[in-house]
Every structure is written in C-alpha cells, then in structure tokens.
C-alpha cells in the first residue's frame, strides 16, 4: 500500500515562489509514474507535471512549461514541485499522486491513470 502526504502549500502573491512536497510511504516500484495535479475551484483535476521514476524523465503541461519543476529524491522517498512566477490562476488544490503500474508516458499527465492519491495542499495566489 502507497501513502502520500504533501505539504507546503500556503497563500502567496502573485509572482511568488512556492515549494511543495510529497512524502511516500509503502512500494513504489521504479517503472512508475509520480505526478503533480491540481483542482481549482469549479475546474476538472489536470495534470501538470510527472516524472518517470526509474529515469527521471519529466514531463509538463503546457500552461505551466518554465515556471514549474518537479523533482525526485529517491534517498529520501520524497517528490516536489517547485513553483515560481505564481499566477492568481495556479490558486487550486494540488495532488500528489503515483501509478500502480507502468503506463505508456503520454498518459502520464492524465489522472485516470493514478491509483494513489494524497489528501491535497492548497495553494492560493493573489493578485
């Protein structure tokens, strides 16, 4: 069983920088996929960056290409999400979340294809 817990979500002004972080707990096999995904108020949940965890390869949607990074620390079991330039549209929940299985990596942006889940950090950008 996978268990993932983010943090370090806060409120923020627009232009700000924020951190977060995904602690896991449990097997997390190596051709998995981890991701970052977020909920605005009234919006579907979107996928806006994933890493391959054997290669650490990443991917990124399009409205959040240079202002966001997702990275891995292996030794420590922790996923993060360093986000800078924040818009007052970035203001969303933001999931962690992790593959029970390999998935091809176009699909690696797309929730349905997430089994586990964190309880979600609230990030809130004012203008």
């Known amino acids: 069983q996978v268990h993932l817990l983010e943090s370090g979500g806060g409120s923020v002004q627009a232009g700000g920088s924020l951190r977060l972080s995904c602690e896991a707990s449990?097997?997390?096999?190596?051709?998995?996929?981890m991701g970052w995904f977020r909920q605005g108020p009234g919006k579907e949940r979107e996928g806006v960056a994933a890493?391959?965890?054997?290669?650490?390869?990443?991917f990124y949607a399009d409205s959040v290409t240079g202002r966001f990074t997702i990275s891995q620390d292996n030794a420590n079991n922790t996923l993060y999400l360093h986000i800078n330039s924040l818009k007052p549209e970035d203001t969303a929940m933001y999931y962690c979340?992790?593959?029970?299985?390999?998935?091809?990596?176009?699909?690696?942006?797309?929730?349905?294809?997430?089994?586990?889940w964190g309880q979600g950090t609230q990030v809130t950008v004012s203008s």
């Open positions: 449990g097997v997390i096999d190596s051709r998995n996929y």
């Open positions: 890493i391959y965890s054997r290669s650490g390869r990443t």
């Open positions: 979340a992790a593959t029970g299985s390999a998935i091809y990596s176009w699909r690696c942006l797309l929730p349905q294809y997430y089994n586990y």
